[in-house]
């Protein structure tokens, strides 16, 4: 298992720009076999959940070609509707191709995906929207075994604004005979990124961003050139890095819109942000403090509430703030797996269920601590930045299913940080 040494206590500067975002380009990929015309996505990122995406896709029948961070994909010859078992253990949100390939093949088999380290992820929500279109689905000896030959548009109320779910239905519903309607559908920005995807092949869907998204089904699609939205994950991760080390950074290709939450937890903690002129459209500059203040009470909320991936991020940043902290995770039921690794840093953080407490200390110490998720591996190493001494990370593989060369990115703007 891959592991970073991180000599931290050094100062950041210069400038980054944060690439293609992984959770609107896994159900755009999902959505690429709608068409049989060749697409192309610009902007991509080396990240091992799209690399398995990308083997999923190819395991079905689609050709793949890569050159630089453009992707070619020829989904002329999909020729199956079962998606292998190995993938589906991988990474849990393949579970986004069954609307797509119900919506191509009119029937799927796909193994139930697992809970993973931050929850159980159950997809009640996603497999209630596909019975309502008139998907048949047995859920027997742990697969979903799906016919879909004659689906029609219905109108939809998630329980839940997920993400999954609300992405499933819109697939689906892409060939769905009708009009379909989701209602307290998610409204995340990666859902806008699909819908705007589906439209640039020729479907007709509208509203997402708000709580009602209406698909109306179309017969064909044709090809696409596309650019993904910037990943807001990703431009927190770094704006945190600049947050708690003290410095001085601009962060380019940032959509400011997708991290308001993010920056104004920033500025209440201290730092100065502000849209970076000069350059391409996005991009912001963040000045921080030599301390931060802390922050009297976060809670994640889905979008666009404070951001449960960022939720970890957070959480190193504020343990060295001035002051005590409360951060409440709505989302996930397990999202607190990195608090006793930062505690064997020094850090002063009770929890208690959904709860933390985090007292700000004066200094982290560096230790060998383990990665379990992957934000909560991204939050060691943003605390390593700041502890004094050589901090270890291992299980590093976690961060990599969401960040493309973490530590050559963090050491092109000064870090100390080392793949060992
Ligand atoms: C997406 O996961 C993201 N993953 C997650 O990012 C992100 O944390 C999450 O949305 C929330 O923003 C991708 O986009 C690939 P949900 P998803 O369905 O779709 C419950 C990362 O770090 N729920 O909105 O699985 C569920 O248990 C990952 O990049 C049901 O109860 O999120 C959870 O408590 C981690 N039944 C809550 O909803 C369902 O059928 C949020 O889940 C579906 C979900």
């Known amino acids: 298992m891959g592991k970073f040494r991180i000599r931290g206590g050094r100062r950041l500067e210069g400038d980054i720009r944060v690439i293609g975002a992984k959770n609107a380009i896994l159900p755009i990929l999902a959505a690429v076999i709608l068409t049989r015309k060749t697409v192309v996505l610009y902007d991509f990122p080396r990240l091992a959940d799209v690399e398995n995406m990308l083997l999923i896709l190819q395991s079905i029948g689609c050709q793949v070609k890569r050159e630089g961070t453009t992707l070619i994909v020829d989904p002329s010859n ?184 993010i920056v104004t937890k920033l500025r209440e903690s201290g730092c100065m942000i502000t849209p970076y002129k000069g350059t391409d459209a996005g ?37 060295v703030a001035k002051g005590t902290s409360i951060i409440t995770e709505n989302i996930f039921e397990n999202r607190f797996k990195h608090v006793p690794e930062l505690i064997r840093m020094g850090a002063n953080i009770r929890t208690e269920g959904k709860i933390a407490v985090i007292q700000g200390v004066p200094v982290l110490k560096g230790a060998e601590v383990s990665a379990s998720d992957l934000r909560g591996g991204a939050a060691l190493v943003i605390a390593g930045l700041k502890a004094e001494g050589e901090t270890i990370v291992d299980n590093i593989h976690h961060i990599e299913r969401g960040y493309e060369n973490l530590d050559l990115c963090l050491r092109s703007i000064g870090a100390d940080i080392e793949r060992i």
């Open 78 to 261: 999909v020729n199956s509707w079962v998606i292998p078992d190995r993938h589906v253990k991988e990474i849990r949100s393949s579970i986004v191709m069954l609307g797509a390939v119900l919506a191509r093949m009119k029937k799927a088999k796909i193994t139930y995906p697992g809970g993973c380290e931050i929850g159980q992820r159950p997809i009640n929500l996603h497999l209630h929207g596909l019975r309502q279109l008139g998907v048949i689905i047995d859920e027997s000896h742990g697969y979903l075994e799906c016919e879909a030959a004659n689906m029609v548009g219905a109108d939809i109320h998630l329980d839940y604004p997920s993400v999954g779910a609300t992405e499933n239905i819109m697939l689906a519903a892409t060939c769905a005979k009708g009009r379909t309607i989701i209602r307290n559908a998610a409204k995340e920005p990666e859902i806008i990124d699909l819908q705007n995807f589906i439209n640039s092949m020729g479907g007709k869907v509208h509203g997402a961003g708000s709580n009602t998204i209406i698909i109306d089904g179309v017969d064909s699609f044709h090809e696409t050139e596309y650019t993904v939205i910037p990943d807001r994950i990703v431009a927190g991760t770094y704006l945190m890095a600049a947050a708690i080390t003290g410095s001085e950074l601009v962060v380019h290709n940032v959509n400011l819109e997708h991290i308001q939450s």
């Open 283 to 319: 991009a912001v500059k963040i000045k921080a403090p030599q301390r931060l203040w802390a922050i009297e009470h976060t809670k994640t909320y889905p979008y666009p509430g404070f951001p449960t991936d960022m939720q970890a991020l957070l959480m190193s940043v504020l343990t």
